[in-house]
């Protein structure tokens, strides 16, 4: 029998109603009999009153983060795992004595979801959008030795943009990764502006999305042969390294 106290888990993050984190971790606490454990959304239209609600609510042992705050929340940290530091984006916060420490875990979940469809005709990626969870992913084929490129809405430096995208382009990078949130549940037949015909068997479409299962992007390349895979697996990758960093 468990004494009975209370630990507080939560999501932060912006318009999070839809979110995975919340379902996950309330089934984990109740597969492992966990009593007084909770998990609820941090919902913040912005953070100017993030520290005001940490200090009003007691008990509380560690944080999920997601879209847009994986880089903006790293100014209210006491200090920052190396790799989260590294990659500048912060997607699990502990809470310990000395403060709150940012870690990311999205490079575990990610390299975890990946390595498998990966083989050695797999030479370059293209990493659609550069926010927080793009450096993750980033960081990763960095570690693969994966060369990559970076597109987005404007070409500047480090990045193209998707008016760049000639068809070379598209069959030299056989890896292509949906790191933005276009197609995500309700605009579920929205897909990144690339052109699919250049897509083909040699292929991976990876999309960090999990809502829906199959987004347009990943319907796309599906059709013309490519390999799939949802963020899924991605997600519960990195829950599951935030649980053990939680409880490290």
Not at 17 to 37: A, D, P, V
Not at 44 to 57: H, I, R
Not at 94 to 108: C, H, M, P, Q, S
Not at 190 to 212: E, M, R, T
């Amino acid at each position: 029998m468990h004494t009975k106290r209370s630990n507080k888990y939560g999501l932060l993050g912006k318009d999070i109603s839809y979110s995975f984190s919340g379902n996950y971790f309330s089934k984990k606490f109740e597969q492992l009999n966990l009593e007084g454990y909770t998990y609820e959304n941090f919902d913040f239209q912005d953070l100017s009153n993030f520290n005001k609600v940490l200090d009003q609510t007691t008990d509380l042992k560690g944080m999920n983060v997601t879209i847009p705050y994986k880089e903006s929340v790293i100014p209210f940290l006491t200090k920052l795992d190396p790799t989260a530091a590294e990659i500048g984006a912060v997607n699990t916060i502990k809470f310990t004595k000395e403060g709150t420490v940012g870690y990311n875990t999205d490079v575990i979940g990610f390299r975890k979801a990946i390595e498998p469809l990966i083989s050695s005709e797999h030479k370059k990626a293209l990493i659609l959008g550069t926010g927080g969870a793009s450096k993750a992913v980033s960081h990763v084929f960095k570690s693969m030795g994966i060369p990559f490129l970076y597109v987005s809405r404007q070409s500047k430096e480090g990045q193209i943009s998707y008016k760049d995208l000639t068809k070379e382009i598209l069959q030299e990078h056989s890896i292509i990764v949906n790191c933005t949130p276009i197609g995500t549940f309700p605009e579920i037949d929205q897909k990144p502006d690339i052109d699919y015909s250049q897509i083909g068997a040699n292929h991976i479409a990876f999309d960090l999305i999990y809502n829906p299962e199959l987004t347009a992007f990943l319907n796309e390349a599906k059709l013309r042969g490519a390999k799939i895979k949802n963020g899924y697996e991605m997600l519960v990758g990195q829950a599951e390294a935030s649980w053990e960093i939680w409880n490290s």
